[in-house]
């Protein structure tokens, strides 16, 4: 939001700018100028855009530390019956865990 707000608003200085011109050279002759919207609503809109990803921004920080996650690998162990007896035994296991 904050790229498209920030290429909305050039546009439309760059509208607005031209628009300018063009009513500035139809002063020195004979001619009517155009009036258009087009400048300042353009320049309102990518405000507003830009203005809309402040609270992105916010609650994206707030999220990465929610999000932390971390992966480990440690060994495991297990009770098993083995022959009419309970044998203990390790294996390898992998861990992820995220925090929400």
């Known amino acids: 939001m904050l790229g498209g707000g920030t290429l909305v608003t050039a546009i439309g ?7 300018s011109t063009e009513t500035l050279v139809s002063l020195f002759s004979e001619e009517e100028p155009e009036v258009s919207a087009a400048a300042p609503l353009l320049i309102l809109v990518g405000l507003t855009a830009m203005a809309g990803s402040i609270p992105l921004f916010i609650s994206a920080g707030k999220n990465k530390k929610k999000a932390a996650a971390s992966l480990s ?11 009419l007896a309970f044998v203990q035994s390790q294996y390898p296991a ?6 929400l």
């Open 94 to 99: 992998v861990s992820f865990k995220f925090r």
């Open 13 to 19: 200085v760059g509208v607005g700018i031209a628009e």
């Open 73 to 83: 690998f440690k060994m495991e162990n297990a009770t098993q019956l083995n022959r």
